[in-house]
């Protein structure tokens, strides 16, 4: 069964949006009339300029309302989340005493030359986040957060070094497409090394999806919103499936 829906303003399905965008001119009310002719050209209609402003030599800033004909069938949408094992800190702890019998390694790092620590620290650090204390609270969790702005080859150097089970990679930067290169480099590269197979691959930030995580061969995706606990959980299960598939090949194997 379809459900289509449209984006809701004053009234359902009325498609009405905001759209905010720059453009390389010095503002005037003809640059007005070109910020409203391109929102058209786009297909949108109704289209008002509501904001038009310079913001610097050259450049101008406006906020236009509109309304889009288009819909979309929220029901073909297929994006699995990877907060699906809702834990407490004490069932996570007792998960893995059960069923891994250790610790689980576990390092963190904002990647490439991102100095913005937030994330990271939201989910690693023992404070938490809203009230969700973080991995370093854990007693079946040794952590390591490694900070902002390392290198993917001294990321993958140092899980190798300790023998890290996940791996979570930050990025809050995104220009012209960064986030997604350094994603991409550090997975390529523990490939190459013959280590993907043998970590929980994470990455996070505020527009990291958990579908756009797997299009780049991780294995979660955490965003906006993300606590402490949801990403402890998905370690913890998923390492212990994984360690579950692997003995389980050892034992047919008769090794």
């Known amino acids: 069964m379809s459900k289509l829906v449209k984006p809701y303003g004053d009234t359902m399905n009325d498609g009405k949006v905001q759209l905010s965008f720059t453009l390389p001119v010095e503002w005037s009310e ?21 904001e038009g402003r310079r913001i610097a030599d050259g450049f101008s800033f406006f906020v236009v309302y509109a309304a889009t004909p288009q819909s979309i069938d929220v029901e073909s949408i297929k994006a699995p989340s990877a907060r699906a094992h809702a834990m407490s800190m004490e069932e996570i702890d007792a998960f893995v005493t059960e069923r891994i019998g250790r610790k689980v390694r576990i390092a963190g790092a ?18 938490g ?27 993958v150097r140092f899980a190798k070094e300790r023998h890290i089970d996940a ?46 995580a797997s299009e780049l061969g991780y294995d ?20 212990s499936e994984r360690l579950a598939r692997r003995e389980k090949v050892t034992e047919r194997s008769g090794v």
Not at 35 to 46: N, S, T, W
Not at 171 to 191: I, P, W, Y
Not at 220 to 239: I, M, N, W
């Open 110 to 127: 904002c990647i490439g030359t991102d100095a913005h620590t937030v994330g990271i620290d939201a989910i690693l650090n023992m404070k």
């Open 129 to 155: 986040y809203k009230g969700d204390y973080g991995l370093e609270r854990y007693h079946s969790f040794e952590s390591h957060n490694l900070g902002s702005q390392i290198a993917v080859e001294d990321l």
């Open 30 to 50: 003809a640059a007005d009339e070109a910020a409203r002719q391109l929102a058209v050209k786009m297909g949108f209609g109704d289209v008002q300029v509501v």
């Open 167 to 212: 791996i979570l990679a930050s990025q809050v930067v995104t220009q012209k497409g960064s986030d997604v290169r350094n994603f991409t480099e550090l997975a390529e590269l523990l490939e190459a090394e013959g280590l993907r197979d043998d970590v929980v691959l994470i990455c996070g930030g505020p527009r990291v999806t958990n579908l756009m």
């Open 220 to 239: 979660a995706g955490f965003g906006r919103g993300t606590l402490p606990s949801e990403v402890a959980a998905f370690v913890a299960v998923t390492l």
